[in-house]
């Protein structure tokens, strides 16, 4: 059981490059708008990473 959690973790986690991507190839025509949304977007994940950190979910004891 524990090996699937960290993988659904990973996979959660692994996600978020297929949305970053797209932004860092068209930075220059998003604007402050683009901007703030893809921060939004990464200080979301930022909490929810340090949450799964503390939580104690990727050690692989």
Request: net charge negative; aromatic share 22%.
């Amino acid at each position: 059981m524990r090996y699937y959690t960290v993988a659904m973790t990973f996979i959660i986690f692994d996600v978020e490059i297929m949305f970053l991507v797209p932004w860092a190839v068209h930075f220059d025509q998003l604007g402050s708008f683009g901007y703030l949304a893809v921060m939004l977007f990464i200080l979301n994940l930022s909490l929810a990473y340090a949450y799964e950190w503390r939580r104690g979910g990727l050690d692989w004891d």
